[in-house]
C-alpha cells in the first residue's frame, strides 16, 4: 500500500494554527479509519488523534483536546488536522497513518505511515 503524504508543517509562534493535510492513496479511502501520531526529539511517538471511515467518530489526546480538529474529505482522500493555540510542547514531527483497530489508539496500533511534517512551536 502506498503510504500517505503530510504536508502543512512548518514553524508558528506559540498561540497560532496550522492546519496539516494528509493525502492518501491505494486502497480505498473511506474504507480506512485514520489517525495522527507525534513524535518530539527523544521522545516516543504518541497519538495525537483518530477519525473514523465514515468521519461521525472521533479521538483525540486529552493534551489536544479543545485546540485541535481532525476531519475527513473522502471525496478527497484527505485527512486533516486543524491546530489551534500551539504550544511550545507542541512541537514534533506529525505523522498521518491507518488506525487499523478503530478504538485502539497506541501508536503500535498505526499501520502505513507517511514521512512526517515537521511542527515547530516557538515561545
Known amino acids: 500500500q502506498v503510504p500517505p503524504v503530510e504536508s502543512g508543517g512548518g514553524l508558528v509562534q506559540a498561540g497560532g494554527s496550522l492546519r496539516l493535510s494528509c493525502a492518501a492513496s491505494?486502497?480505498?479511502?473511506?474504507?480506512?479509519?485514520m489517525g495522527w501520531i507525534r513524535q518530539a526529539p527523544g521522545k516516543e511517538r504518541e497519538f495525537v488523534a483518530a477519525i473514523s471511515r465514515s468521519g461521525d467518530n472521533r479521538y483525540y489526546a486529552d493534551f489536544v483536546k479543545g485546540r485541535f480538529t481532525i476531519s475527513r474529505d473522502n471525496a478527497q482522500d484527505t485527512v486533516y488536522l486543524q491546530m489551534n493555540n500551539l504550544k511550545p510542547g507542541d512541537t514534533a514531527v506529525y505523522y498521518c497513518?491507518?488506525?487499523?483497530?478503530?478504538?485502539?489508539?497506541?501508536?503500535?496500533?498505526?499501520?502505513?505511515w507517511g514521512q512526517g511534517t515537521q511542527v515547530t512551536v516557538s515561545s
Open positions: 491505494g486502497r480505498t479511502f473511506r474504507d480506512r479509519a
Open positions: 497513518a491507518e488506525n487499523r483497530s478503530w478504538g485502539a489508539l497506541a501508536a503500535s496500533s498505526f499501520v502505513s
